[in-house]
């Protein structure tokens, strides 16, 4: 089992099952600590999914790992088109009381939610792309857009920014930021809006930032809606631009395999000519390698990431 093998890293905190990529079409299975969050979006690999589990906990014990139980996330859309019920909740008898735990990742602290968090609890997938911010952030005014419960905002404050505001359309989500940035003893400041409205408001009153983050939910998850998604990525980063000074970062970020990497690329040149500013890309980057990617399946390649700086 490919995603087992990547153990030797002896991480508490991993992808263990990336589908396809793993040789395992359908499957994802994460670990927080003692953990597992699993979901399976496909008919055939769901009739093995008794195999499947118990081969993943035979191979966290052969490497002395104990694991307490395994939460099935199987609630996706996929599973309803495979004829799959939708569901989520413990496998098997044995498992602990609580779907909360807490993960270290960068450094820092998080309260995870395994039952409720999205995807399974966490973006493990961005977590070199935190750890570019927190490199860059020494100094910086840090407006995180699409904040969820404040990875990246905590990265920059961790950093040594000057500054953080964080961003989210979720009161929950703000919430459970609150708490993270408590747990850590960060300062970042938050604040409820839609990032369609606040890139624009706060323009107009004048804010001053040198560091954007861009990191909302996949604006297409089909390719009959990706000129619409394409036009809503070109507008958010050119009005990040337009609050950037010359020298200032943005870092932009797409998880949707329907906007493949060359078009996004493309979209933040168009985004810089609206703007009316230059940009040169710094740095170009993707999910962690314990999403690998095949080159015959460009679902694989779904995370684009971005750093440019404007010029």
């Keep these: 089992m490919h995603g087992a093998n990547r153990l030797a890293s002896n991480s508490l905190l991993e992808c263990l099952v990336f589908g396809e990529a ?15 969050v699993a979901e399976i979006a496909s008919y055939g690999m769901d009739l093995h999914k008794d195999a499947l589990y118990q081969a993943l906990l035979d191979e966290l014990k052969a490497h002395g790992e104990q694991i307490d139980g395994i939460y099935e996330r199987n609630e996706g859309d996929l599973r309803a088109k495979e004829g799959l019920d939708q569901y989520k909740g413990w496998y098997g008898q044995n498992h602990p009381e609580s779907c909360i735990t807490e993960i270290t990742e960068n450094g820092i602290l998080y309260e995870v939610d395994v039952e409720n968090g999205q995807k399974t609890g966490f973006f493990l997938d961005q977590k070199y792309n935190r750890l570019a911010v927190k490199k860059l952030a020494k100094g910086r005014k840090v407006l995180d857009c699409c904040t969820h419960t404040g990875s990246f905002a905590l990265n920059a404050a961790a950093g040594g920014a000057q500054s953080v505001l964080a961003v989210d359309i979720s009161e929950s989500a703000l919430e459970m930021a609150a708490k993270n940035a408590e747990r850590n003893h960060l300062n970042i400041d938050l604040r409820q809006a839609d990032v369609f409205d606040i890139l624009p408001k706060l323009r107009s009153e004048h804010a001053k930032f040198d560091f954007i983050i861009l990191d909302p939910p996949a604006f297409t998850k089909s390719r009959k809606t990706f000129h ?28 949707s395999h329907f906007m493949p990497k060359e078009e996004f690329r493309r979209m933040l040149a168009d985004a810089a000519r609206d703007a009316g500013v230059s940009i040169r890309i710094v740095e170009e980057r993707h999910a962690a390698p314990d999403h690998p990617v095949l080159p015959d399946v460009p679902e694989t390649e779904y995370l684009k990431f971005f750093i440019v700086q404007i010029i």
């Design 228 to 255: 619409n998604a394409r036009g809503g990525y070109r507008q958010i980063n050119c009005e990040a631009m337009k609050l950037l000074p010359r020298g200032g970062y943005l870092a932009s970020a797409s998880c």
């Design 22 to 36: 793993d040789g395992l079409p359908g499957v994802t299975v994460d670990r927080y600590n003692n953990l597992l």
